[in-house]
T-cell receptor, first 115, second 116 residues
Framework: DQQVKQNSPSLSVQEGRISILNCDYT??????FLWYKKYPAEGPTFLIS?????DKNEDGRFTVFLNKSAKHLSLHIVPSQPGDSAVYFC??????????????FGPGTSLSVIP | SAVISQKPSRDICQRGTSLTIQCQVD?????MFWYRQQPGQSLTLIAT?????????ESGFVIDKFPISRPNLTFSTLTVSNMSPEDSSIYLC?????????????FGQGTRLTVV
């Protein structure tokens, strides 16, 4: 049972346009959401995050929107650049009383930005 | 963030053999995490490695298949034992850091394993 879903395995966007990557989650205990970017032959790198107390977080060209009632978040990249071509993973965690938090990952969306 | 070094970066192994993957972190951490990414799939947590105690394995993963060592606060190894082609995956070492708002995971570059 996938707790974090990314229903689009791939996405192609023209350079300069907006890329929108979507993510849905099922566990209402999640309260912190992250996006990771992964190039081939490299480990995932942290991109941007959002706490459940917010509905938007922006960092340069990257904005993450959170809709808690719909259990949905999205990553917007604008303008898209060819260097943004990578696999993007949505992830979620829940603050718990144990000494660490698990981070649950979605299956990823492969973004191709066409020059 | 943390600097995490993994080796080997890739390997091709014969079925029935074992491979040990090493992970070095540039700072002391209580817990280190091992993930697997099978082709076209998500990152799945294999186990959590605590220094000085046995690793905690997630459902579907067992110590006999994936023995883990954690001799100190900056180093861990994961062994993939008695390999079969189904073990072909990217294996990733990770540390988690709890920030003010939540927990973030930081990864090594991964080990791409192909079993033939």
């Amino acid at each position: 049972d996938q707790q974090v879903k990314q229903n689009s395995p791939s996405l192609s966007v023209q350079e300069g346009r907006i890329s929108i990557l979507n993510c849905d989650y099922t566990n209402s205990m999640f309260d912190y959401f992250l996006w990771y970017k992964k190039y081939p032959a490299e480990g995932p790198t942290f991109l941007i995050s959002i706490s459940s107390i917010k509905d938007k977080n922006e960092d340069g060209r990257f904005t993450v929107f959170l809709n808690k009632s719909a259990k949905h978040l999205s990553l917007h990249i604008v303008p898209s650049q060819p260097g943004d071509s990578a696999v993007y993973f949505c992830a979620a965690s829940a603050v718990r009383k144990t000494s660490y938090d698990k981070v649950i990952f979605g299956p990823g969306t492969s973004l191709s930005v066409i020059p | 963030s943390a600097v995490i070094s993994q080796k080997p970066s890739r390997d091709i192994c014969q079925r029935g053999t074992s491979l040990t993957i090493q992970c070095q972190v540039d700072s002391q951490v209580t817990m280190m995490f091992w993930y697997r990414q099978q082709p076209g799939q998500s990152l799945t947590l294999i186990a959590t490695a605590n220094q000085g105690s046995e690793a905690t394995y997630e459902s579907g993963f067992v110590i006999d298949k994936f023995p883990i060592s954690r001799p100190n606060l900056t180093f861990s190894t994961l062994t993939v034992s008695n390999m079969s082609p189904e073990d072909s995956s990217i294996y990733l070492c990770s540390v988690h850091r709890r920030g003010r708002e939540g927990t973030e995971a930081f990864f090594g570059q991964g080990t791409r394993l192909t079993v033939v």
